[in-house]
């Protein structure tokens, strides 16, 4: 039981040491070399590298999995890939961690009930997904498909995802969208008719000028982007950071702007202010593509440097400075759309602030500007059709806009359903709901409490695991074949293989093979009947070309986007009116602001300090936090609170000493944190990284290391454009160990 919950009918279970890799080991041979084929070797000594993708975090890079003897020995970057460029960022080495990782799911578990004691029964495949079936089936008969939703984030969710389209599931979420990114993505959709883009679509290496909101690379190790940064500035780039926190790129930085927390959309309204008001602006750019300059300028005259000095605290100075820099080096200068952009709950208009900013000087397909990459175009080679998908948007925000059937409600409206018991079943595809469904560990654990059936599909018995009535234990990403990575464009334009180094471990399983034993025990017909590699070679045919060649390199690659504008070209923008909108209709018909508004956000309360959250380099929170070959090194085992020498001089705290925190609406973290007194953040904040605090037991390296950002969160603010949630207009205060 987890301490202070109250989880009478879905307890949380203590898996049996039995069920996990670490006793599994000694029965079943460790990463047996694949079988087949002309390189299989075993224990001779003889060495093979496999070309396949990462999975440690969403920018998926290329790598190179070195095997002897088989077993997996090293990963590097692969050669091939355009998005590694033989390089990895320290996560994306440490894939041998994550397959040799001794808590690892080793069998098919079911939760049983047996003389009032519930707990955890090994498995057979077949007992594991009959049942599940069964449940799903029940329910789908009962409430309609509508009862069931799946929650991924992952590149295995694909298989699952056809197999509940033909079953007639069309609700799928990922928090991925409303607690991250989602505010970009819909914020230039709206702007310039398409998203943001992974990798984004600014020419970094180009560009002399480059200004930061918060985006903090360097610590977000998304590789091809901070390879990119160092290029461009050993290229002569120079860059502004602005950041409450002294990040690591402000380190890198020529001015760090340690902007007041909330207040970004001001700081941008005065940097177009000034490039209206001294006519910085790119007048006949902004006349021949874009619509509405006449309202944006309205709305952006009230706030002069001197009136957003006053919000962000930054001077008037450094504001005019920047923004005639910037003028200065377009249309070779942009403003990067950061990743993670839901903060206050405002994030779609300050997405659009920065896709504003970029358009207003120019730099449109300019070398050194925004840029659009183009997909490699794969044929379609689908031959089903889903007779029983409807696609259709759940979610009840209007622009939340997305086409894409697996995300058709925002996650944490899955939560809401489920607390109105219209959703009854959930499939988890590698979603730690208790630690990212960020409404607080509080919302979501009743929710978990609430669902009748969750089926969990995962590699490692994180938290969700120990609240699943079903959990399907898949191997790692080194251990089997997703679907192509193809839909993403890119500078190079590529298609990229997922493929086994080594076979899978213990009694665990690729997500394909799951979901195909899933579909057949469903009844049906015509979805995912061909084993992966058909299919993957019958796609790949399709492109000219083969699974059999692909699996040397690991990719496909096209012709390189054309990336700039040519003199006199005509642009076209998808948005209604073929133009970038400053105003956007969009927003306007819904009844929302057309342009851009700061609006003022809660200060902390009177010795309270609003908790800021980022990245660590060798962590990705539930993927890689019990990875013990990345976790070795002190500083990445647990998170510090960053503290402001002053607050710690006026809380006593001193450098190193755990504390706990607590919140505004007094919850305390379960486990102590260290605290880290700095210069390097302002006064009214703190800093955490997200990803720590993990209290399954089973998780033996995470178990109790550092405190949990989740679980401090009890205030969130709802995008009502597109259902982001924001979550940082929280605040905390410490409490010393006794
Ligand atoms: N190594 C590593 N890399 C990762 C990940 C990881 O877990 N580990 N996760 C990946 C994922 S999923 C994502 S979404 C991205 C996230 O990475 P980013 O999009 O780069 O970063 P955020 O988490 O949004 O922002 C964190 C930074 O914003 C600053 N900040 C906080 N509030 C404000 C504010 O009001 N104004 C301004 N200007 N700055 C503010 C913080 O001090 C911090 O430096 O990273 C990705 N890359
Ligand atoms: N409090 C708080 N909440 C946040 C954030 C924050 O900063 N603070 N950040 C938000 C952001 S930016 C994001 S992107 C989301 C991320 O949210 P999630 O994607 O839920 O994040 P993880 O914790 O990485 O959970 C990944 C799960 O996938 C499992 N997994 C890893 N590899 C595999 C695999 O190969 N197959 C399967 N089936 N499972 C696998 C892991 O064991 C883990 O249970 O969280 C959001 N939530
Ligand atoms: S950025 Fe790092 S963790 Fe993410 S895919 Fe690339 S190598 Fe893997
Ligand atoms: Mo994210």
Not at 144 to 172: D, R, S, W
Not at 243 to 260: C, N, V, Y
Not at 569 to 587: M, Q, Y
Request: glycine letters at 10%.
């Amino acid at each position: 039981m987890i301490q202070g919950q109250d989880l009478n009918r879905r307890d949380f279970l203590r898996i049996s040491s039995l069920f996990l890799a670490g006793s599994a080991a000694m029965s079943t041979p460790i990463g047996r070399t694949l079988s087949g084929g002309g390189d299989a070797l075993a224990g001779n000594g003889e060495e093979r590298i496999v070309h396949s993708f990462c999975e440690h975090c969403f920018w998926r890079c290329g790598i190179a999995a070195h095997v002897r003897d088989g077993r997996i020995y090293k990963i590097t970057g692969s050669k091939h890939h355009p998005l590694s460029n033989g390089r990895l960022c320290p996560r994306g080495t440490g894939g041998v961690g994550q397959i040799y990782d001794p808590d690892r799911l080793a069998h098919p578990l079911i939760r049983q009930k047996k003389g009032g004691r519930v707990s955890y029964r090994k498995a057979t495949w077949d007992e594991a997904i009959a049942y599940t079936a069964e449940k799903l089936y029940g329910i789908r008969e009962t409430y309609g498909p509508e009862a069931i939703a799946m929650l991924h984030h992952g590149y295995g969710y694909t298989f699952f995802k056809k197999m509940f389209m033909a079953f007639g599931v069309n609700k799928f979420a990922k928090p991925s969208f409303d607690f991250c990114c989602g505010p970009r993505h819909q914020g230039y959709l709206l702007t310039y008719g398409h998203g943001a883009g992974t990798p984004e679509g600014v020419d970094i290496v180009n560009s002399k000028y480059i200004l930061f909101f918060g985006t903090h690379y360097g610590e977000n190790m998304h590789n091809t982007a901070v390879q990119e940064i160092a290029e461009g500035i050993r290229r002569g780039l120079k860059i502004v950071v602005f950041d409450p926190r002294f990040s690591t790129l402000a380190g890198k930085a020529e001015k760090w702007l340690p902007i007041k927390p909330g207040t970004d959309i001001a700081m941008m309204q005065a940097l177009m202010n000034v490039l209206i008001t001294e006519d910085l602006y790119d007048r006949e750019f902004v006349a021949g593509h874009t619509v509405g300059f006449d309202e944006l300028r309205d709305e952006v005259e009230k706030m002069t440097p001197e009136r957003a000095a006053e919000i962000t605290d930054i001077s008037a100075d450094d504001i005019r400075e920047v923004a005639r820099t910037y003028a200065r080096y377009a249309p070779a200068a942009a403003v990067h759309p950061g990743r993670r952009t839901q903060w206050y709950g405002d994030g779609t208009q300050r997405s659009r602030s920065m896709a504003i900013l970029n358009a207003l000087v120019g730099n449109y397909k300019m070398p050194g500007g925004v840029v659009k990459y183009e997909k490699y175009k794969l044929p379609k080679s689908e031959t089903h059709h889903y007779p029983e998908f409807e696609k259709k948007v759940w979610s009840k925000y209007p622009l939340f806009v997305d086409t894409k059937p697996e995300n058709s409600i925002a996650s944490h409206e899955v939560i809401e359903q489920t607390l109105d018991e219209k959703i009854k079943a959930w499939l988890v595809y590698g979603v730690n709901v208790p630690e990212t469904i960020t409404l607080g560990r509080k919302i979501a654990l009743e929710a978990i409490n609430k669902v009748d059936f969750l089926v969990a599909v995962d590699t490692l018995p994180m938290e969700v695991t120990g609240y699943a009535d079903v959990v399907l234990p898949e191997c790692t990403y080194l251990e089997r074949y997703d679907d192509l990575d193809g839909g993403r464009p890119y500078r190079t334009p590529f298609v990229a293989l997922r493929q086994p180094a080594v076979e899978p471990m213990f009694d665990s399983k690729p997500g394909n093979q799951i979901a195909k034993m899933l579909a057949e025990k469903l009844g049906l017909h015509g979805v995912l009947e061909e084993d992966v590699e058909t299919y993957l070679d019958r796609k790949l045919k399709k492109a000219g070309s083969s699974l059999a060649e692909v699996k040397k390199t690991g990719v496909l690659l096209g012709k390189p986007t054309d990336l700039y504008r040519k003199p006199g070209e005509k642009l076209t923008f998808k948005t209604p009116s073929g133009k970038i909108e400053l105003a956007s209709s969009k927003l306007r018909e819904a009844g929302f602001d057309a342009v851009p508004r700061y609006i003022r956000h809660p200060e902390p309360p009177q010795g309270f300090y609003r908790m800021l959250t980022g990245r660590k380099p060798m962590l990705t929170f539930g993927r890689t936090a019990n990875n013990r070959f990345l976790n070795e090194l002190p500083t990445a085992r647990e998170n510090e609170v960053w503290v402001n020498t002053h607050v710690a001089e006026k809380h006593r705290l001193s450098h190193g000493e755990y504390v706990h925190l607590k919140n505004q609406a007094g919850v305390v973290s379960e486990y102590p944190i260290k605290v880290k007194v700095t210069e390097r953040i302002r006064q009214d904040a703190v800093y955490m990284v997200h990803g720590y605090g993990h209290y399954f037991k089973k998780l033996k390296w995470a178990y109790r290391k550092g405190a949990s950002h989740n679980e401090l969160i009890s205030h969130t603010e709802i995008d009502k454009a597109i259902g982001a949630v924001g979550f940082q207009n929280n605040f905390v205060t410490f409490i010393k160990e006794a």
